[in-house]
């Protein structure tokens, strides 16, 4: 009897650390599963791709879960960052910011042993951010008005309200508006930089009774363009090549596009700090690149990725040989440097 019980109570005891061993063991995989990764990106169907190309695809690999954000608060960082509650890992910003915030502490420096610069722009690459993809701010206009061929195909152009009549519509910020003008005036792309701030307002002067609207949110030109509210409008490339895969009476002009990128960063602080990285690093890998790409029309930041898109879609995202030879990259580091004076001396023009 008492050997019957005293094997019994080794079976309990076998049990009972196998249970406890198991226990242990989910508790471990489940902290695992549950980590979670947090990036605040722009919404809309951008993020949308974004999802589809890299998070999913990320979550698989790494058996997490990443919840997007949408909008990026440059003000709620610098917050979190200040207070030591930072709250996400990854965030999608404009790359004169990131230059900026990095300056400022605000940023963990890229870990490139981890994030590889092959295939980026190395305009687009410093040591807090890298691009995630690229853009073009260029001329858009309505087709009815304007048939393709027989539209405003460079800066000099879109300030010429004789040949091509019609109420205009430009971005409320100096940066790219500056450009504009100063492309307008016949400045050569190559001495763009440093800006000739005192030309620019000049030129800007010109035309500043012919816009009608000034506008601050991406998904605006698209709509004054559909209705011929605006017949020209300065625009971001991907919103106009959207808009006209959904019917709209829209198109662009690649020539004298001014480039930018949104950059990858990672708040200073970040809980996930090398998860964030590796999740960058996949992001920009040529396979992921070229699945952004072939649903949101933003090019990818690595060059790599170009070779896995057709000649249509290449073309399409002003990637071609001709087309990336007109274009000019915009000097993030000049706006670091100049934005709060541009923009102060801009927005009282505005009102003058």
Sequence with gaps: ?????????????????????????????????????IIADWGGPYSEAKVKAAVVPFEEKHDIKVTVITPPDYGKLKAMVEN??????????????????????????MDFDVIKKEGLYEELVHDYGVPN???????????????????????????????????????????WTMEAALLADGVEPENLYPLDVDRAFAKLDEIKDDIKVWWTAGAQP???????????????????????????????????????????????????????????????????QAAFSSNYDNAPAN????????????????????????QVFTDDNWWVENFDEVNERFQQWLLE
């Design 133 to 175: 993809d690229i853009y073009s701010t260029l001329i858009a206009y309505n087709t009815d008005t304007f048939p393709t061929g027989d539209h405003p195909k460079s800066w000099a152009d879109f300030w010429d309200t004789e040949k091509f009549p019609g109420p205009r519509a430009l971005y409320k910020e100096p940066k």
């Design 303 to 326: 060059t790599d990725a170009l070779s896995l898109l057709d000649e249509e879609t290449i073309s399409r995202l002003g990637q071609s040989e001709e087309k990336q030879g007109q």
């Design 84 to 109: 030591g509650h930072v709250e996400w890992d990854v965030v999608s910003v404009d790359n004169d910011y990131a230059i900026r915030a990095g300056s400022l502490g605000l940023l963990e420096k």
């Design 222 to 288: 698209p709509d004054l363009l559909a209705t011929d509210e605006i017949p020209i409008s300065v625009a971001w490339s991907g919103r106009i090549t959207e808009a006209r895969e959904d019917g709209a009476p829209v198109d662009l002009e690649f020539n004298q596009g001014i480039i930018a990128t949104n950059t990858w960063v990672v708040p200073k602080g970040s809980p996930n700090k090398e998860l964030a990285m590796e999740f960058i690093a996949f992001a920009l890998e040529a396979e992921q």
């Design 1 to 37: 009897m008492n050997v019957k019980n005293g094997g019994l109570s080794f079976l309990f005891l076998l049990l009972v650390f196998a249970l406890v061993g198991c226990s242990s063991g989910n508790a471990e995989g489940s902290g695992k599963n549950n980590k979670e990764l």
